[in-house]
């Protein structure tokens, strides 16, 4: 079964392919998991007994194109009363931080499922969907390696998930270096956070295509139509965050509509990432040193690595694009959003069955709250020394 396969080469029962299966990793091969028991097999008949006694799809909900519809625009009026009608700041205010917000929500919902290709059963929507990225001024190319195949397949191992990976600003992982300023990590980080959109869309990406590089793994570097929709999505992006807006003001209150539109959608975008991920609740494991396999399947390492959170807040499931039932979505990449929260009783219910930890935290607040206790942990002097941090974090 896949759970006891190297994500790289996985083998999918044909009448559920495309539901659990991790999507092929960058470098396959490089690290393996435990062999599986029933607990997959078993979590995916009882989701295709939800589709088949429903009769709902997993894909092409009509409920994601009239989402679609909404969140673009929202988008789209934000942008445009703010790059060509507004002069005064005090409209500019609140118009840049709806900017964030649409860009967050295209993000979440429209992005994301599109490129785990869970939007559509045809393809070129999934492609068209994952491409809005580009606008959004990062590149869907990256993404797909950066977070389909390895944040998806290698999730809270650290030295293999990038997303876990912040350089030398903070210390999300009980195995990353501890350096004396991150003792500060819990207060200045949410402010950081805010910026890592501007270095996602002016260095990171330009870094990963020119090393061949993410994550620790290699990766192709784009060519032909890849490379062409790299460069002409970075191009539109910069015409659309400078080029238009120049045409009606100034380069003052250009730069400053940037910097609060980035940082509206960076807070956003990271905070519901990282509460999913890390904190005390959520598994950092390590592989074996001896023969280099982690510990548990994959998907119980996937259950393990991961919370939900706030799952009966309908808005905000609305908003985040179902992403407060990441474990769902962990086990599940391939299915559309619209239908974690009723696969969430049926995953919870057979993770308890046989044994594995599933965690769903009651609302944002406390996992925000569990976030900031987990970066004030990783930050003390003593965490360095904790041997609990070894291979599961308590
Ligand atoms: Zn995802």
Known sequence: MIASESVGSVACDDDVRGLAEPLPVAAPGTLKFAPGDRFLPELRRRVEQYFASTGRRPRDCPAMYLKTVVFFGWLAV???????????AWTSLP??????LAMAAVGFNVQHDGGHQAFSNRRWVNKLMALSLDLLGGSSYVWDKKHNAVHHSYTNVTGHDDDINIGFFGRLSPHQPRLRFHRLQHFYLWVLYGFLP???????????????????????????????????????FVGLAFGVPL???????????YLVTSWTQGVVLSTVFQV???????SFPLPRSADGRMGAAWAVHQVETTVDFARGNRLLSWFVGGLNFQIEHHLFPRVCHIHYSALAPIVESTCQQFGVRYTARESFGTSLAAHFR??????????EHDSAFEHRVP
Not at 247 to 257: D, E, I, N
């Open 78 to 88: 934000s942008y445009v009363g703010l790059a060509c009608w507004t002069e005064s």
């Open 95 to 100: 118009l840049a931080i709806s900017l964030g």
């Open 198 to 236: 501007i270095k996602w869309q002016l260095y990171d990406d330009f870094r990963d295509v020119l090393l061949g590089r993410v994550g620790g793994h290699r990766m192709a570097r784009p060519k032909g139509w890849d490379l062409l929709m790299f460069i002409a999505g970075k191009a539109a």
């Open 247 to 257: 045409l009606w003001h100034s380069a003052g209150p250009v730069l400053l509509a």
């Open 276 to 282: 999913a991920h890390c904190e005390e609740n959520a």
């Open 374 to 383: 987990w970066l004030r942990r990783m930050g003390a002097a003593a965490a």
